[in-house]
C-alpha cells in the first residue's frame, strides 16, 4: 500500500492533455495523488477532464474561471499568485501536503510549470518534470518559455526527456536531477485515449492552420506574412483556421481583419475531441503549436511550423518543415504535400505507463 502521493500540478490546456494519461495510468494502479489546477485555463481544462473521465481537481489555486488570453491576463494572474504564496501558502500546503507527502509532478514550460516548482519546493517535496529537456537555445523564441524551462531543469529531481534530442539536451545541462529517457510523449497516450470519441470533420479535404505565439501574433509584420501563408494554402484546397482569442484581439488591432480570403472557415477555439478531428481529417496542417506538431508527426501528418525556431524535433525533415517564414519553404510544402508523409506505420510507444512504473517504484522507496 502507497502511503506517499502523486501531485499533479497542472494550469494549461495542453499540459491537461498531456497528463491526463498519466493520472489514468494513476488511478487504474490505486496509486493515491492529488490533482491541483492552478487555474490558467479553467475554462477549457474544464471541457477536457470530462472528455478524458477525469475527476474534479482536489485543489484550485484560484477561483479564476476563465482562461488567460492576454498579457495583462497573465501579469494579474502572476501577481496574485505571488500575493497568494505570501499569504495562504503555508495553510494551503500544509492541507495539502503535510499528511500527503509524495512526488509533485509539473509538465513543460508554462507559468503553472514555474509555480509548481515554487509550490514544491516550498513544500520540500521532490519534482518530477513531465516533457523535460526542450531547447530552443534562444531565449526569445518562445519567451518566457525558454527561460522557464532551464530554471525548472536545474531544481527538478526527477527528469522526463520524450526524445533522444531532449535527452542528450540535458545531458549537456548537467542538471543535478535524475534523467529518464522515455519512448515518446505522453501526448501519444492521449491520442490513443481520444481516438474512438472522435466527432465528423464540418469538410472534406480541407487542411488546418492555427497560429497562437505571442512573438508571432504580437507582431504586425508576422501576423500578416501568417495571414498571407493561410492565403496561398486556401488557393490550394479549403483551409479551416482555428483561432486563438488573442490572435483574432490582434488581427482586428493590426487591422488585419480583411486580410483573410473569403473561402477560409475561420472557426473559433474547438474542444480537444473536435479539434483532434480536424487533425485526424486535414490534409496538412500549418501551426505554431508544439503539441500540435508533436500529434502531427504521431499521426504522419504533413506539418508547416510556423515558427522561426523549434525546441522538438518531432517529423522535422519528415512529416514536419520548419517555416521560418520563408515564401519559398512555404511554396515547395503546399505543392509538395505528398513528400512530408511516408508509408511507414507510425510508432506508437506508451510512455505514461513507463513513467508511472518510475514514479511508484520512486514513491515505495521515498521514507
Same mark, same amino acid.
Given at each position: ?46 471541457? @477536457?477532464?470530462?472528455?478524458? *473521465? &477525469? $475527476?474534479? !481537481?482536489? =485543489?484550485?489555486? #484560484? ?128 491520442? @490513443?485515449?481520444?481516438?474512438? *470519441? &472522435? $466527432?465528423? !470533420?464540418? =469538410?472534406?479535404? #480541407? ?161
Amino acid at each position: 500500500m502507497h502511503h506517499n502521493h502523486l501531485h499533479f500540478i497542472i494550469g494549461t490546456k495542453a499540459q491537461l492533455i498531456k497528463m491526463a494519461p498519466l493520472i489514468l495510468e494513476a488511478i487504474k494502479r490505486n496509486i493515491p495523488y492529488t490533482y491541483i489546477d492552478s487555474g490558467q485555463h479553467a475554462d477549457t481544462t474544464g471541457e @477536457l477532464r470530462k472528455t478524458f *473521465k &477525469l $475527476p474534479e !481537481p482536489d =485543489l484550485r489555486l #484560484f477561483s479564476h474561471n476563465a482562461d488567460i488570453s492576454t498579457l495583462g491576463d497573465a501579469a494579474k494572474w502572476a501577481i496574485k499568485f505571488a500575493l497568494y504564496r505570501l499569504t495562504t501558502k503555508q495553510k494551503a500546503l500544509e492541507r495539502f501536503f503535510l499528511n500527503k507527502k509524495g512526488i509533485c509532478l509539473v509538465h513543460g514550460d508554462t507559468l503553472s510549470t514555474l509555480f509548481g516548482v515554487w509550490l514544491a519546493r516550498s513544500a520540500g517535496l521532490p519534482i518530477a518534470h513531465i516533457e523535460s529537456g526542450l531547447r530552443s537555445y534562444n531565449i526569445f523564441n518562445p519567451f518566457p518559455e525558454e527561460l522557464i524551462r532551464i530554471y525548472c531543469m536545474k531544481r527538478c529531481q526527477l527528469l522526463f526527456t520524450p526524445s533522444d534530442e531532449a535527452y542528450d539536451n540535458l545531458k549537456k545541462m548537467k542538471p543535478r536531477g535524475e534523467i529518464f529517457h522515455t519512448a515518446g510523449n505522453t501526448v501519444v497516450d492521449a491520442l @490513443l485515449n481520444i481516438s474512438n *470519441k &472522435l $466527432p465528423p !470533420p464540418p =469538410l472534406n479535404n #480541407f487542411g488546418l492552420a492555427t497560429c497562437h505565439r505571442y512573438e508571432t501574433i504580437t507582431n504586425k509584420q508576422r501576423l500578416s506574412q501568417v495571414l498571407e501563408l493561410i492565403n496561398q494554402a486556401s488557393k490550394t484546397m479549403p483551409i479551416i483556421f482555428v483561432t486563438h482569442k488573442p490572435t483574432i484581439n490582434h488581427i482586428k488591432k493590426f487591422g488585419l481583419s480583411g486580410m483573410l480570403s473569403k473561402d477560409i472557415k475561420v472557426l473559433d477555439m474547438q474542444g480537444y475531441a473536435s479539434f483532434q478531428s480536424l487533425v485526424h481529417h486535414a490534409n496538412l496542417v500549418m501551426t505554431d503549436g508544439g503539441s500540435i506538431q508533436e500529434e502531427c508527426a504521431y499521426l504522419n501528418k504533413p506539418c508547416l511550423i510556423i515558427r522561426n525556431h523549434t525546441e522538438r524535433s518531432d517529423g522535422v525533415g519528415k512529416n514536419a518543415v520548419l517555416w521560418k517564414f520563408d515564401s519559398n519553404i512555404s511554396a515547395h510544402f503546399l505543392s509538395n504535400i505528398d513528400d512530408y508523409t511516408s508509408e511507414e506505420a507510425p510508432d506508437w510507444p506508451s510512455p505514461s505507463a513507463e513513467i508511472i512504473d518510475i514514479l511508484a517504484n520512486k514513491l515505495l522507496c521515498l521514507v
